[in-house]
Each structure stands twice: as C-alpha cells, then as structure tokens.
C-alpha cells in the first residue's frame, strides 16, 4: 500500500514566502513515518495569482528552493511533490514542479504548458512548457501536470499512452470556480482509469479566493479523500497501486479506444 498526503496551504498577502516557506517546510516534516507520497499546491510560496511576483522569486531549479525541499524529501524519507516554483532559466520564467525522491533527488521537473490569464498574469509572465513529463513514482509511471493543464484532456490521454497509472496534479484553483475542479480531477482518473491527487490552496491573495477542495481519487473514480474550502489540512490515503491494472483488466475500456 502506498500512502499518500496532500498538503493544503493557505496563501494570504500578509504572510512573506520566506515565512510561508518555513512554515509549511515544519509541516510537511511533520509527515515523516507517516507518508510515502507526499504533494504540495501549486506556487505555494509566492501565490498562482501573484504573477507580478514570480520574477523577483524566480530561481533556478537547483536553487536554495531546490535545497530545502531535496533534504526535507531525504529527512522525510518519502517522495516529494515540492508543487511549483518560478524557475529563472535561460529561456526566461517558467511555473515549474519539482519532484524528488526518498534519497533527495530531483527525480523530475514539470514545466506547465497550459498557462492561465488569456494574455494577462500567469500567460503574460511565464514562459510555456512544451514537453510531456513522467516519472517513476511509488503509484507506478505518474503524470506530472498543474492547475489550468486539468482543463485539457489529450495532455492526460498523452500521459497515458506513455504509461501513466497516476497523475499528480498542484493547483492554484479559485473558488469561483472550484466545482469545475472537482468534477474534472475525477473525470480525469476516470476517462483514463488513473489514480489522481489533486491539491489545491485556501487563502485569498491578489484579491483571489482559492477554493481549497484538495482530493485523491482512485482509478475508479472514487474519492478517497477530499478536504475542504476553508482550511489548511492535510488530507491521505492509502492505495494499492496493483488496484490500476485490476481495475484495468476487469472493465477494460481504454482498449477501444479508436483515436489518439
């Protein structure tokens, strides 16, 4: 069984990145012994909305960012979603997640291709993605994807073709919207009857409310787990990761497939 946690942070002005930071750092070790799988929002440590933000905190993937989050996955001893981070490279500022393993090793990096703010905020500011992304994570070949990249169903479809059991999503959803984030977090493990985590932030920032609703959903659909709209929490499950297949074989849909 794999045991999994999803970290809600709550982002609020008020509160700097580097308190925000060592904040949830404190929290998320907490989880030591008690986790295999760990995931954290989207752009935690500045706010998904706080675009006018993400140059003066960009940094680059080995970074002190990088650093911190390499020995808290190795003291932790468990895998390490980090969420996102502004990555400072050569080609400008990407919205970036970094995953590492038990041994504090980037095992990958997600830069997100679908960006939000149709030609303002994130899409103004970011440099876009253009590569599909897996790795080799406890729940098996896991997807790597963020927030606004759940609206688009052939990157998941592609991800699956590549062998994806699971996708690991971070988030920066608002509440106006957060229903549409629930349904698509479950129609997206169940359209490719993949294991979804979803995890998203609560707080108001740049005059945003985030709507909170982190989840872990099973191939099946079901949801295992779901946190509220409010609150930090930390939300978990356990898996069985061989319950892909099982599911898989007993009704085995994606087999008729005829395009793509």
Known sequence: MVRIAAVQVSIEDRESPQLRLD?????????TDSADLVVLPEMWTVGAFNAHLFMGNAQARDGD???RMSELAKQGGFWLHAGSIPELHEGGVSNTSLVFDPDGNLAAHYRKVHLFGFDEGEAAAVVPGDRITTVATPLGTTGLSTCYDLRFPELYRI??????????????WPAPRIEHWRLLCRARAVENQAVLVG????????GVEMGGHSVIVAASGEVLAEAGSADEEVITAELDPDSVEELRSAFPVLADR???
């Open 23 to 31: 904040r949830v750092t404190e929290q998320v070790a907490e989880l």
């Open 65 to 67: 960012f990088a650093q």
């Open 159 to 172: 991800q699956g073709s590549a062998g994806a059991t699971a996708f690991l999503v971070p988030s920066g």
């Open 199 to 206: 995890c998203n932030a609560v707080g108001r920032h740049a």
């Open 258 to 260: 005829r395009f793509g």
